[in-house]
């Protein structure tokens, strides 16, 4: 068996006194890996390498190695977040965990199910505002929220306030205005996430969502629209809700640090 390079320089610089026994044993906790027979390799340490949970996409997964993937990792770390996830998953999932203690909690909106044995979430004080245009961007809003929650953050939420009936907009923001970072999810042209930039004074992300049609639709001209936006915004990707969830969480989280 080779040693793994990474772990043998971590351990010879604390053999050097080059770093403390604390900060070495962070720094293998983040290195930990387990193979799923010969099919996956999970990434144990991310949490701690990287500051945010491993979360498992479902979407064009064997149900079967999904629920070995999902129940591995929540076994070793207490809890795993799974994203997409169709119907035949859920089950081969709930029948995976059945009688082992691991709790399967489908949040249906946002297509995520969160395998648990207990754990909770450590809460850091930051908020995340999470806005959407229409109904039909909940869907991916759904899936930032868990995200930004699973990283510890406080959620508010204001869904269909679009630039289509732009009145309902700003009795919406009043409670929301004191939060770190603004998600702001939006289908068709795509236009509230640079209207919501110029209103307020925090970071705004906004999320294209594949709904619309015909020229450019799915997505297309509201990613170019958010692209274009003259108001100061950063863009993720089309129906991008764990990106964005993630990278806000970030956000609310070095805004909660501030004295």
Do not use: W
Not at 125 to 135: F, L, M
Request: aromatic residues 4%; hydrophobic residues 45%; proline residues 4%.
């Amino acid at each position: 068996m080779h040693a793994n390079p990474m772990l043998s320089t971590v351990l010879e610089r604390y053999k050097n006194g080059e770093c403390s026994l604390d900060d070495a044993a962070r720094e293998i906790e983040g290195l930990r890996i387990e193979r799923v027979e010969d099919f996956a390799c999970l990434d144990l340490g991310r949490a701690v390498r990287c500051g945010m949970p491993e979360v498992v996409l479902g979407e064009g997964k064997n149900p079967s190695h999904l629920a070995e993937i999902a129940f591995r990792h929540a076994d070793a770390t207490g809890r795993c977040i799974i994203t997409r996830v169709s119907p035949e998953q859920i089950a081969v999932l709930q029948a995976r965990c059945d009688g082992t203690g691991i709790t399967v909690e489908h949040r249906e909106l946002a297509h995520i199910v969160i395998l648990s044995k207990g754990t909770e979430p450590e809460k850091t004080g930051g908020t995340v505002a999470i806005i959407t245009a229409g109904t039909s961007d909940i869907r991916v809003a759904e899936e930032a929220k868990i995200i930004a929650e699973e990283m510890g953050c406080e959620v508010r939420s204001a869904y269909d306030v679009g630039a289509a009936g732009i009145h309902r907009l700003f009795p919406a923001l009043k409670p929301l205005l004191d939060a770190d970072v603004f998600i702001v999810c939006a289908g068709r042209e795509g236009t509230l996430p640079a209207v919501v930039a110029g209103l307020v004074d925090k970071p705004v992300l906004g999320v294209p969502v594949s709904t619309g049609y015909g020229y450019m639709g799915e997505g297309l001209a509201a990613l170019a629209s958010m692209l274009q936006s003259c108001s100061v915004i950063a863009v993720v990707n089309i129906d991008a809700g764990f990106t964005a969830g993630a990278f806000a969480a970030r956000i609310a989280h070095s805004g909660a640090k501030k004295p």
